[in-house]
């Protein structure tokens, strides 16, 4: 039997501001696509482009990030508070190591990628000029992908409402300034965009630090306490966040291909989709951060030995999920011109993206039960099956995608049922694994 600390009330209280967290990031791309659906087609699909580029590597960050968050989470449950923050503090090290490889990688890849994969050389030249200012923010990603583990770990999660709110109001100002030239601000396009997401992340790294120094309890979690270098629990830390990091690279990697082949069909096509994709990216809020929570309460009663009450948790947040998603899919399938013209006025564009939009709106209700299951899957320890499941099933997706785009072309709609194929494959297996495989034991 579950106790009230891992109630629908607990459950909501840790995931409302997760789905804030996960806000953080998905206002960022909705404010872009928003702005730059209404200065033309071209920065439209370029910012999408552009965008999922930044994704790939971005993910690696959060891959590395989802490692501590189970660490620490299984730490709670053990209630070993002091060994939080030596996690924590080893967390920072590889962070910083990571953040400089990444921004390399992104710095000295920019123009050789985009110009590879692009075919439209007017979405690779606005991709390209979006890419020159919008890879600095990689470095203030890094450290907030870090922090917010360690409030998602600790079931601590209010201070990601702030963040949320801040990086909202940083980015709809500076874009409108700087997009736009008001208020006597330059008129930088795509370039303004950029800047302000780099900005909006500045200002979210900042106040996580403030937060940190002013309303955690530093001496009690040992935090910024560097003591001694502990090699023994970065191996483990490592063990633990690799496989995911992989996954992640893979699974937005694959992602990143599948807009490619997209553009690949013309600028209509990926426009259509750079809107879907947004669309999507905001629906799917709340079963993200339902995932999350899954996944540190999953950790947290293994550590608390009580593995035997997964599942049941497991039901209670399906259950509470598939309820809000039924609200959120009603309201977008009851209005998906409406939704469309949020981010254009081009009339041919809104409407032909309606059919795409239905699909998404179906298959959210497939990616409920998916991430769920799968993030569960992440929280008991075993990333590596986990990111073999993936790897696996990724092969299907590519194979579908490779059908419709190359093979036998199909409408982009038709395409986009791609994620039926992927969340229905995943929570299958995710759920045969949990269901019958031996992944009880402690690992970490």
């Known amino acids: 039997m579950l106790d009230k600390s891992y ?5 909501i209280r840790v995931a409302v501001p997760i789905m804030l967290g996960n806000l953080a990031q998905t206002i960022i791309i909705f404010v872009d696509t928003v702005f730059m659906g209404h200065v033309g087609t071209v920065e439209l699909g370029a910012v999408m482009m552009a965008g999922m580029y930044y994704f790939v590597f971005s993910n690696l960050a959060l891959g590395f990030a989802v490692g501590i968050q189970i660490v620490i989470a299984r730490r709670l449950g053990e209630n070993d508070l002091s060994r939080i923050g030596h996690v924590f503090n080893h967390g920072l090290i590889v962070v910083l190591a990571l953040s400089i490889l990444l921004f390399t990688l992104l710095h000295f890849s920019i123009d050789t990628l985009l110009y590879s994969v692009i075919e439209s050389p007017d979405i690779r030249m606005a991709a390209v000029k979006f890419m020159e200012y919008r890879h600095y923010g990689i470095i203030f990603v890094c450290f907030n992908f870090l922090f917010r583990a360690l409030y998602i770990g600790l079931s601590n999660t209010k201070v990601i409402t702030y963040t949320t709110l801040l990086m909202a109001v940083v980015t709809i100002v500076l874009d409108y300034l700087l997009i736009f030239g008001r208020f006597g601000f330059p008129e930088l396009g795509i370039q303004g965009a950029a800047i302000a997401s780099v900005c909006a992340e500045l200002s979210a790294l900042i106040f996580f630090i403030v937060y940190t120094f002013t309303r955690l309890s530093i001496k009690q979690y040992g935090i910024f306490s560097f003591q001694r270098w502990d090699f023994p629990l970065i191996v ?34 990926i426009a259509i989709s750079g809107i879907v994709r947004s669309v999507y990216s905001l629906i799917l809020i709340p079963v993200f951060a339902l995932a999350a929570t899954a996944n540190t309460f999953t950790s947290r009663l293994i550590g608390e030995g009580r593995s035997n009450d997964v599942m049941l948790l497991l039901r209670r947040i399906l259950k509470l999920t598939l309820l809000i998603m039924s609200i959120l899919i009603i309201f977008c399938a009851a209005i998906p011109e409406q939704l469309a013209f949020l981010y254009t006025d081009d009339v041919l564009l809104a409407r032909a993206s309606v059919p795409a939009l239905y699909v998404i709106c179906g298959s959210a209700i497939t990616m409920c039960f998916a991430s769920i299951l799968f993030e569960a899957l992440s929280g008991t320890g075993n990333t590596m099956t986990a990111f073999i499941i993936e790897s696996s099933i990724l092969v299907i997706y590519v194979f579908y995608i490779l059908l419709v785009t ?24 995710s759920f045969l694994y949990l269901k019958y495989a031996h992944w009880q034991k402690k690992l970490i």
């Open 7 to 11: 109630s629908n009330k607990s459950i």
């Open 236 to 269: 483990s830390i490592i063990k633990i966040s690799f496989p995911t990091m992989l996954q992640r690279l893979v699974s937005f990697g694959i992602w990143f291909v599948f807009f490619i082949l997209i553009e690949q069909n013309g600028e209509l096509a």
């Open 406 to 429: 190359k093979i036998i072309p199909q409408p982009i709609e038709i395409i986009w049922c791609a994620e039926f194929v992927y969340s229905i494959c995943l929570a299958i297996v």
